[in-house]
């Protein structure tokens, strides 16, 4: 490989890599202001319940 396609590579990288940061980020589920922000684990968990939901046993 020549370098300007390892640069162009790397430039591929680093934008797929913010794409996928800025993915990641979820908006907080906050109604009520007087509550305590929700942990990473209970989003988590939120997460792994809905999923269970959708399976038939």
Known sequence: MSKSDDQK??????KNA???AKAKKK???????????????DEDAREFFSQMKKREF
């Not at 590579?9 to 680093?14: H, K």
């Open 9 to 14: 590579l790397a430039a591929l990288i680093r």
């Open 18 to 20: 913010a794409k996928v």
């Open 27 to 41: 908006p907080r589920r906050q109604y009520d202001d007087t509550l305590p922000p929700e942990s990473e684990e």
